[in-house]
């Protein structure tokens, strides 16, 4: 019900999404372990909302009766420089993630399949929130590295909530 060439590149973005993932708990547990909780907490959801990203590709794979591949995932970096390292990290995921969502829309429209180019629509708007957080977050942290309070209050005030529930999103598979 969906194109070959659009499940195949599907399955792989879902590999990427856990990938995602796994490396925002990754920079959430450096964060933790440096005792700067709002940074932690931050990366924490981050990475849930990377899992459900995955989801809801799943999920549409078995609303289209196609087959959704759980991946193996790649391990993440686990050690950075300093604080800044992370945020600069997840910001040039958040950009490659982006050019592989265009590329699914691509694809998707390339194959006259309409249904999903549609489906693809929230993800490329998704994406360009999550540029705009992670590269208004390194500016952040790049000012104010010596003064890392400085950023834990502004993730305080700033980011307590970073997504609070969007109604147009998809639904995940097992939500
Ligand atoms: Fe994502
Ligand atoms: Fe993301």
Redesign the pocket.
């Known amino acids: 019900m969906a194109a070959e060439a659009f499940v195949a590149l599907l399955n792989e973005q879902i590999a990427h999404e856990y990938a995602?993932h796994q490396q925002y708990v990754a920079c959430a547990v450096y964060y933790d372990a440096e005792t700067l909780p709002q940074l932690a907490r931050f990366f924490y959801a981050?990475a849930l909302?990377?899992r459900d990203?995955a989801m809801m590709m799943v999920q549409y794979l078995i609303d289209a009766d196609e087959r959704g591949v759980i991946p193996c995932v790649t391990a993440p970096q686990v050690d950075f420089a300093d604080i800044v390292a992370p945020v600069a990290l997840a910001l040039d995921q958040?950009k490659r993630?982006t050019v592989q969502i265009n590329a699914l829309a691509g694809c998707a429209r390339a194959e006259g399949d309409y249904t999903s180019e549609q489906f693809m629509q929230w993800f490329i708007k998704e994406q360009v929130e999550?540029v705009a957080t992670m590269s208004d977050l390194l500016r952040v942290v790049e000012r104010s590295k010596d003064d890392p309070m400085d950023i834990e209050n502004f993730m305080a005030r700033e980011m307590a909530d970073s997504d609070g529930g969007d109604p147009t999103a998809p639904t995940p598979a097992g939500a």
């Open positions: 995602a981050q909302e990377e990203h958040e993630v999550e």
